[in-house]
């Protein structure tokens, strides 16, 4: 579903590069569920935003849902994202003047949906992780726990088919993060993807395939050929 052959990604600094990945090749299929774990500054972040399509690769080839992104220019690359892709981020990313409902609607906006269609199917995400008693609240208005159960519903309600949560749990205590963790098994156990970027172990060991990367490469890929599972 997410196929990427030899990814480089390059940063431009001054007059120096960083080589951020270094020739990664994986492939994530339907219903996996997948962590990636390293040290900081291992490559963790710019994998995720190259493999979900927020950003292109210096080098290589990243195929979703079979569509090879460097044939598709910017608004195409959008529209592709926004019907497959779900995105968490550790600092949440809600907009903080909109309410719980609306965020989680955002990524339906370009989908040619009446508005009230939308609001129902938000209603649904939200009721889904818990929330359906939150829908007027602005982020600011909940708890951190809460506001990452919005920004789940707002990855879900597009029935994507694959989810990219980067670090997750990063700014939530034990309890929320644990609840954070559960609505992701979830979400996989209806038949998403959930590729989990952490360099939490116990975060990790939630999922079933363990990939570690190091200085911009694949050192461990629990899925790989000659490696115990
Ligand atoms: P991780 O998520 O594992 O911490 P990142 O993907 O954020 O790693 O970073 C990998 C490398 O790329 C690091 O050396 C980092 O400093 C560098 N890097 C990341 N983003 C940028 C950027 N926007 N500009 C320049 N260098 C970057
Ligand atoms: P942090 O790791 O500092 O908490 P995030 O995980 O929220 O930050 O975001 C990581 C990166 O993803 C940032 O570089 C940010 O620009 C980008 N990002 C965050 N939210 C979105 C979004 N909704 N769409 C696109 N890019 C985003």
Redesign the pocket.
């Known amino acids: 579903m997410i196929e990427a052959v030899d990814l480089h990604r390059t940063?431009t600094?001054g007059d120096s590069d960083?080589g951020?990945l270094r020739g990664v090749s994986l492939a994530v299929g339907a219903g996996d569920y997948v962590a990636v774990t390293?040290?900081?500054?291992?490559?963790?972040?710019?994998?995720m935003h190259v493999l979900g399509a927020l950003d292109r690769p210096t080098a290589g080839i990243v195929r979703i849902a079979g569509r090879d992104v460097n044939t598709l220019n910017d608004a195409e690359l959008a529209e592709l994202r926004n019907a497959t892709i779900g995105f968490v981020f550790q600092s949440f990313a809600l907009l903080a003047r909109t309410s719980a409902v609306d965020n989680v609607a955002m990524p339906l906006l370009y989908r040619g949906m009446r508005k009230s269609v939308r609001r129902k199917l938000a209603e649904e995400a939200l009721g889904r992780v818990g929330l359906g008693h939150r829908l007027d609240h602005r982020p600011n208005q909940l708890s951190g726990g809460e506001q990452q159960r919005v920004a789940i519903a707002r990855a879900l309600v597009g029935q994507p088919t694959v989810v990219f949560a980067d670090e997750p749990t990063g700014n939530l205590d034990t309890r929320n993060g644990d609840e954070v963790m559960k609505l992701l098994g979830e979400l996989n156990a209806s038949g998403v993807a959930i590729v989990l970027?952490t360099h939490e172990p116990d975060i990790a060991a939630h999922a079933a395939r363990q990939i570690t990367?190091r200085d911009?490469r694949i050192a461990y890929d629990s899925a790989a050929p000659g490696e115990a599972a």
């Open positions: 940063y600094l960083v951020a390293g040290p900081s500054g291992s490559g963790k972040s710019t994998l970027v990367i911009g």
